[in-house]
Every structure is written in structure tokens, then in C-alpha cells.
Nanobody
Framework: QVQLVESGGGSVQAGGSLRLSCAAF???????MAWFRQAPGKEREEVAT???????KYTDSVKGRFAISRDNAKATLYLQMNSLIPEDTAMYYC???????????WGQGTQVTVSS
């Protein structure tokens, strides 16, 4: 059974940085992994994905500001978030799946709040 546990969220001012971590238990290095976010009243949004070979993809609004990475030896996924803006405020979730576009495993989420 795969368990994902996020950490690293918090409150920052616009322009600041945060680094989210997602520790995976029962983890497979063959998983594709991703960060999603959901703001109040909005649909869940895919923020960034990373394949098991390290290929990455980002939604347009975070390109050049966010960086997704993974450490397979530590079974940990990261999201480095720089130049944060208030629109980045959301609950952030990590997810893992079999690289078919669907994600079967989800963390409980970590809150990111960016003030202007």
C-alpha cells in the first residue's frame, strides 16, 4: 500500500519561496509523480509532473518559478516554489500513478498561503 505524506507548506509574502516535500511509503521508482493544487471554490489543477526517468512538465502559470524533482533513494518528491504570488495560494497535494495519466495515490495535502 502506498502512502504519501506532504510537508513544507506555510504562509509567505509575495516574492517569497517555499519547498514542499512528499515522503512516499510503499513507493515504486516506476511511478510517475505529480503536484496538484486546489484553491477554495476552484477545481483541482495539475501543477507539475515528473516521470520515473525525470522528465518534467509544468502548467503555464508556474513555468520558470516552480521546479519539481524526485529523490528515488529517499522516496521523496519535491516542489521548489520561487517568486510566489497570491494566486499560488491553495492546498497542494502530491500524487503517484502508473504513468498512464491517472494518479491512484494521494497525500493529505499541505496548505500554501501567499499574501500580497
Amino acid at each position: 500500500q502506498v502512502q504519501l505524506v506532504e510537508s513544507g507548506g506555510g504562509s509567505v509574502q509575495a516574492g517569497g519561496s517555499l519547498r514542499l516535500s512528499c515522503a512516499a511509503f510503499g513507493y515504486s521508482t516506476r511511478f510517475c509523480m505529480a503536484w496538484f493544487r486546489q484553491a477554495p471554490g476552484k477545481e483541482r489543477e495539475e501543477v507539475a509532473t515528473i516521470g520515473f526517468y525525470g522528465a518534467t512538465k509544468y502548467t503555464d502559470s508556474v513555468k520558470g518559478r516552480f521546479a519539481i524533482s524526485r529523490d528515488n533513494a529517499k522516496a521523496t518528491l519535491y516542489l521548489q516554489m520561487n517568486s510566489l504570488i497570491p494566486e499560488d495560494t491553495a492546498m497542494y497535494y502530491c500524487a503517484a500513478g502508473n504513468c498512464d495519466g491517472t494518479y491512484n495515490y494521494w497525500g493529505q495535502g499541505t496548505q500554501v498561503t501567499v499574501s500580497s
